[in-house]
Nanobody, 127 residues
Framework: VQLQACGGGLVQAGGSLRLSCAASGRTLSRDAVAWFRQAPGMERNFVGVINRPSGGGRTYYDESVKGRFTISRDNARNTVYLQMNTLKPEDTAVYYC???????????????????WGQGTQVTVSS
């Protein structure tokens, strides 16, 4: 089972990027899929999640990205996307996707609740 996160890059402040999280050996449509990010010297922080369909299927976001970032699924491609708009320099980090078929509602924002992780993709926002 592998998750492949890609789509990062260098963008100016105010710009947009779309990250992709594709799975092999696993059906993401059944999972909660979360995005986390980690800046140099910092902890890995929650960005947002799309819950499992059995858990309601809703999206939830950290306050720092609410209204700017959107998570969506493409079940035909077995891929989850993180659309990032109006990027700020403080969004600079390595972004990771993670999946779980069993995470409960109260743990959706907790990195320890996810057992399957992608390798990370670098996002750099210049001012």
């Amino acid at each position: 089972v592998q998750l492949q996160a890609c789509g990062g890059g260098l963008v100016q402040a105010g710009g947009s990027l779309r990250l992709s999280c594709a799975a092999s050996g696993r059906t993401l449509s059944r999972d909660a899929v979360a995005w986390f990010r980690q800046a140099p010297g910092m902890e890995r922080n929650f960005v947002g999640v799309i819950n499992r369909p059995s858990g309601g299927g809703r999206t939830y976001y950290d306050e720092s990205v609410k209204g700017r970032f959107t998570i969506s699924r493409d079940n035909a491609r077995n891929t989850v996307y993180l659309q990032m708009n109006t990027l700020k320099p403080e969004d600079t980090a390595v972004y990771y996707c993670a999946a779980s078929s069993s995470v409960i509602m109260s743990s959706l924002a907790s990195a320890t609740a996810y057992s399957i992780w992608g390798q990370g993709t670098q996002v750099t926002v210049s001012s």
